[in-house]
């Protein structure tokens, strides 16, 4: 099925040369350009992953770090009792506690962009899965949600300037935001450069082949832009 799309999006897509990969910082540039939205768009990065999602032991799932975060605010919720619910509470958690905040969500509060959890607290949060699992919120150790006591701070901080989770999905994609458009372009290019480098260093031992297949950025309503992965350094 062809999809069909709007006169500002096929003027902006006339902007990308269909024949050419670009290096990042040419495609940052380039994203910006093909931005038409009145507001400030997103800067994305789609991924194509050569691994076969049926597979347990080729699985894809991090976390990202980026030297510039986000651009937004990041509503933290963790899930500790006693000294650790002191400490994220005292690091700046925006909301902190145990079986209070557990009913709260239950109800279907899920006002925030992050949930964590202490170890001992993910007995009594299992029944969150519903609520949580489907918006992606749901504490993992495998996301660097579930967090030992005395990294509570460490893992509050980085949240809040701007971890991003990646995932892949049902396609073989992995879909991660990783700024604004109004951003400088270089900040962009190295919040772009760190997811890249964090999906490659979380390759699963199963993965055959090559590992990174493509890699596309655009903006929020923008098309993509192709980039040469040789410029990447990837596999």
Known sequence: MTVKHGKKYTEAEKLIDPNKAYDLAEAVATAKKTAYAKFDEAVELHMRMGVD??????????????????????RVLVFAQGEAERTAREAGADFSGNDDLIKKVEEGFTD?????????????????????????????????????????????????????????????????VAGKKSFEDQKLVENLAAVIEAVEKSKPTGAKGQFIKSVTVSTSMGPGIPLDLKSLNVT
């Open 53 to 74: 999602i049926r597979n347990a032991n080729q699985q894809v799932r991090g976390v990202a770090l980026l030297p510039h975060g986000l651009g937004k605010q990041v």
């Open 112 to 176: 925030f962009d992050i949930a964590m959890a202490t170890p001992d607290m993910m007995g009594k949060i299992s029944k969150l899965g519903k609520v949580l699992g489907r918006k992606g919120l749901m504490p993992n150790p495998k996301a660097g949600t579930v967090v030992q006591a005395e990294n509570l701070g460490k893992s509050i901080e980085e949240a809040r300037k701007g971890r991003v989770e990646f995932k892949l999905d049902k396609t073989n994609l992995i879909h991660v």
